[in-house]
């Protein structure tokens, strides 16, 4: 299957990872459609880009069937970037709220779930009849480095995160002998406008607190290049884990502020 029969649906496609990759898919000449809540950021995008779109709450199981109709009356898809997620509230596990974890779980977990279970049928059918090596389908999630380490205040985004990389190895391991790839980037610090303004809920001095100092955090744009490079790999080949994060960070409790510098 060549490039140009491919097509791209990237979720969480209002800002952030999700808006930079819808660009950079375009940039690389790819079909992409955009999948947010946000429609008046998806049209903005999408005059900007090229990209098509489509309304979606991901957290509604009849708003994921509708993207799925929509895809498969409108040529398909052979990639996903299951992008949509976020986190809220930075407690003990003690003291976190139940609201705040149901969220989470719903957003980074279980609407991953929905929309893979959905879509799972067109990524096949996308590549069904190609020569073995001469063509593959993709499901990329976007985790977190929070996904695979633990870290004091973490607990629920920690759970959420943990809890989706398993199922993506759970996936792996069922689409085992088909040409599909499951892939998963893990992200550290990326320096983006609303992801640690959510997580303080909307305390913008908390939120730039977070980056205060840190030499050259990730930007959306560093994650959307490497997402890219994954899925445009010749389709032999699967980075099944990529774990991202700017130099100064050594793990997601571990971060350096201050210039670096070579130790004497």
Avoid: C
């Amino acid at each position: 299957m060549s490039q140009q029969n491919r097509r791209a649906v990237v979720t969480g496609a209002s800002s952030g990872i999700g808006a930079a990759t819808v660009r950079r898919l375009r940039a690389h000449g790819w079909p992409v459609v955009a999948v947010a809540r946000r429609e008046d950021r998806l049209r903005a995008l999408a005059e900007e880009t090229g990209a098509t779109y489509f309304v979606a709450d991901l957290t509604v199981q009849a708003d994921v069937d509708a993207l799925a109709v929509h895809l498969a009356e409108t040529g398909g898809v052979s990639t996903l970037v299951n992008n949509a997620g976020g986190a809220v509230g930075l407690d003990t596990v003690e003291h976190g709220s139940i609201q705040d974890w149901q969220w989470m779980f719903e957003i980074n977990v279980v609407a991953v779930k929905r929309v893979i279970t959905a879509l799972l049928p067109l990524l096949r059918a996308s590549v069904a009849g190609v020569p073995t090596g001469e063509g593959v389908a993709d499901i990329l999630t976007v985790s977190s480095i929070a996904g695979h380490i633990a870290y004091e205040k973490g607990g629920g985004y920690n759970a959420a995160k943990f809890a989706v990389a398993a199922m993506i190895d759970v996936l792996r391991l069922e689409l085992s002998g088909e040409p599909i790839r499951v892939l998963e980037i893990a992200p550290g610090m990326v320096h983006t406008d609303e992801f640690s303004l959510v997580r303080f809920k909307g305390d913008q001095a908390a939120a730039d607190a977070v980056y205060a100092g840190v030499p050259n955090p990730l930007t959306a744009e560093d994650v959307a290049e490497t997402i890219v490079t994954m899925v445009e790999l010749a389709p032999h080949i699967s980075l099944d884990l990529v774990v991202i994060k700017p130099v100064a960070q050594s793990a997601a409790y571990k971060v350096h502020r201050g210039p670096l510098e070579v130790k004497q």
